[in-house]
């Protein structure tokens, strides 16, 4: 495993790629109501792309068809936006985006509900939300990578939820995905220590059945097995000597 230390400078070049992408998941989020499709999502975030220059992390990638994941409901993550898939009340939607610009790679995702959606809907997507900051106030110096895991997991299971395994959170910084790996679940006080300089995209997903997921036939879309609701959020995050910083926070 490679780790890739940042200096101060690639803090902050990877805060100003991390503002973009949050630039992008606000009005994507602004234009998420019903009779909205996906692909009508797609076309605000590439738009925007086009007018800060920045370049897509997404479109490309391993072959992936857009600049957007727009992952609806029962869809864990990597749902292709679609002009057929159209959003309704009681919906919800992952939104997951990402861009380089100047060399730098910022990443963020965060689940928006649709209109009106049903009591239990909220709470999967408040808890899952709440993990994600946990998980983030565990990112300080000297403590270890599992503590992040633990606590998505520590928080979402005793709720009666599970955390996905398939996929896992990833060190960023020139690269979308660098090393470590950084799961959504772990035991406390074990694995690597973290260290100013690392940067991290936590990415709690977190199912209200169980945590197996299938990918569909288009080889992108990963659904919960048993077809339950999941919801996905994600920072990325730097660790410095005074604590985390999230980078695609504003």
């Not at 992008?24 to 999502?41: F, H, I, Q, R, Y």
């Not at 106030?137 to 997991?153: F, K, Y």
Request: glycine share 10%; with cysteine; aromatic share 6%.
């Amino acid at each position: 495993m490679k780790i890739y230390l940042k200096t101060p400078d690639e803090i902050a070049s990877l805060r100003k790629a991390n503002l973009a992408v949050a630039a992008v998941l606000d009005a994507c989020e602004a234009a998420c109501k019903p009779g909205v499709s996906t692909w009508d999502l797609n076309e605000i975030a590439d738009r925007m792309l086009k007018e800060m220059g920045a370049k897509s992390a997404f479109l490309g990638y391993h072959g992936y068809p857009a600049v957007l994941c727009t992952s609806v409901n029962e869809v864990v993550v990597h749902g292709i936006p679609r002009k057929d898939v159209v959003l309704k009340s009681g919906d919800i939607v992952g939104i997951d985006f990402g861009c380089f610009i100047e060399g730098f790679c910022g990443d963020s995702a965060r689940t928006i509900m649709i209109g009106k959606v049903d009591a239990e809907t909220k709470k999967l997507v408040e808890a899952t939300q709440k993990s994600l900051e946990l998980a983030i106030a565990q990112c300080q110096s000297g403590n270890r990578l599992q503590d992040i895991g633990w606590a998505v997991q520590g928080y979402v299971e005793p709720l009666g939820y599970s955390v996905v395994r398939t996929f896992v959170g990833h060190g960023i910084g020139k690269s979308m995905h660098e090393d470590p790996p950084v799961p959504n679940y772990g035991s406390p006080g074990r694995g690597l220590r973290l260290k100013p300089g690392l940067v991290v995209a936590i990415e709690p997903m977190v199912n209200a059945g169980q945590p197996e997921v299938e990918v569909l036939s288009d080889r992108w879309t990963a659904v919960t097995k048993d077809r339950s609701l999941s919801a996905h959020f994600e920072h990325s995050v730097a660790i410095t000597e005074n604590g985390p910083i999230v980078l695609s926070r504003p």
